[in-house]
């Protein structure tokens, strides 16, 4: 597998203007994937192409009338977060299933990005972040000429539903604590804490997979989603509280880093990287919307900084409550 070297030298000094201070970041060259909609069961494909200082992350839907009707991939934008994270524009076009995409992009550092789409769902690929971590070093990355800013957290921000939490609390890096805790056998509770900032994420979330439970994956398909669901890119727990994927689990506590995954694309759509730390017990897409919408809502709550040379060095070794191998 090509596995290029720049992103080791791009965490390195290399990254910093000659203040110190990290410039934000673009692809080198365009690449495009082609894959199918977990829900629409569709092929799509998808480029992902360099963008100007200060864009964003931006999609764009080239199958519409026009050509490019443009979606910016902001939390306010999210009009669905049922089964996935969904943005839409003030006309309502919209594309689904964007977090593990928005997960790479935030775990490989890419500030500026085009993203042109010729179908309403982002491919699903094997159900975690891994391919799309792989395009970005395939494609490269380049600093560009202007400094990388920080949502910077200054008071803790919780929301809570049910037995739903999830809280944003300063930290001088980023970091998720995450709760799961399923009746089902398979799952259980698990818990992890991670700082994730420097390479980490790549190392040790990218490759964690969705996951759903047989007897919904019936339900889904006969309300007519998850038409491209299957043991390709998902992880699915049977019946009888087995794993039916033939590989296993690609790590011990798969889901919860997967919770993990999804937290980090959802929390992403703040338009920057965030300083702080990410609580989260049983959250899922609506309640990661729920907390930046809170955030956000109070001006006292965070400001915008310069991101910080901690925020860009690799994090010390993550921590487990309930320490787990790592596959
Ligand atoms: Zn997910």
Redesign the pocket.
Known sequence: MYEPKSLVEDTSQASRTSGGQPRQRTLKSAINCTGIGLHSGKKVTMTLRPAAPDTGIVFRRIDLAGGGAEIPAHWSRVNDTRLCTCVANSEGVAVRTI??LMAALAGQRIDNLKIDINGPEVPIMDGSAAPFVFLIDCAGVVEQDRPRKAIKILKTITVEDGGRVATLTPDSGFAIDFAIDFANEAIRRQELSVQLAGPRFKAEIARAR?FGFEHEVIALRAAGLAKGGSLDNAVVVGVDNTILNEDGLRYDDEFVR?KV??AVGDLYLAGYPILGRFQAHCSGHAMNNRVLAALFADPDAWCLVPASESAALPAPAMTAPARRAIA
């Open positions: 977090e593990h969705t997967h995954l999804d």
